[in-house]
Every structure is written in structure tokens, then in C-alpha cells.
Nanobody, 124 residues
Framework: QVQLVESGGGLVQAGGSLTLSCAAS????????MGWFRQAPGKEREFVSA????????YYADSVKGRFTISRENAKNTVYLQMNSLIPEDTAVYYC?????????????????WGQGTQVTVSS
């Protein structure tokens, strides 16, 4: 069983930046693909970004492309989401997820482990 713990959320003004971290309890994270998803109030959870096990392949939702960057440090069992140029529409609970495969997908149904989420609030 892999436990994922997100951190780094908070309140930020529009145009600001935040970096989310996702720490895993297991070293096997290094061979798992990882993803970030988010859920805004009253909306379904949606894909944000994903990364393969090496970190050399990444996916982004169109809404965050060019503003967010996903990365990972396998030696630290940690995945990051650098978020720049934040807008109020980015306000949501952000979830980290792990997939027991080497390659990432955009579908939340493909992920096996989930964190509890961290709140990101962007004020206008």
C-alpha cells in the first residue's frame, strides 16, 4: 500500500505562484507514473498533469499548459507541481495520484493510490 501526502497549498493572489509537493511512503514510487488532479467546488474532479516514471514524459491539461510544471525526484519519493500565473479558476482541491505502471495517463480511473488533497485558493 502506498500512502501519498500532499502539501504546499494555500491562499495566493491572482498572478502568484505555488508549488505543491506529493510525498510517498514507499520507494516503489520511483517506478510509478504520477498525476495531479483537481476538484473545484460544485465540479467533478479533472485532470491537471501527469508524469512517467523517469520524469521525461509529461502531460498537461490545456487549461494549465504553459503555466504549470510537473516534476519528480525519485530519490526523495516526491512529485511536484509548480504553478505560476495562477488565476481564480485554478481554485480547487488538488490531489496527487500514483499509477502502478511506468507510463502516465489523463484518466483518473487509471490511478491506484490517492492523497487526501490540498486546498489551493486564488483570489482576484
Amino acid at each position: 500500500q502506498v500512502q501519498l501526502v500532499e502539501s504546499g497549498g494555500g491562499l495566493v493572489q491572482a498572478g502568484g505562484s505555488l508549488t505543491l509537493s506529493c510525498a510517498a511512503s514507499s520507494r516503489t514510487l520511483s517506478i510509478y507514473a504520477m498525476g495531479w488532479f483537481r476538484q473545484a467546488p460544485g465540479k467533478e474532479r479533472e485532470f491537471v498533469s501527469a508524469i512517467n516514471w523517469t520524469g521525461r514524459s509529461t502531460y498537461y491539461a490545456d487549461s494549465v499548459k504553459g503555466r504549470f510544471t510537473i516534476s519528480r525526484e525519485n530519490a526523495k519519493n516526491t512529485v511536484y507541481l509548480q504553478m505560476n500565473s495562477l488565476i481564480p479558476e485554478d481554485t480547487a482541491v488538488y490531489y496527487c495520484a500514483a499509477r502502478r505502471r511506468l507510463t502516465q495517463t489523463r484518466s483518473q480511473d487509471d490511478y491506484d493510490y490517492w492523497g487526501q488533497g490540498t486546498q489551493v485558493t486564488v483570489s482576484s
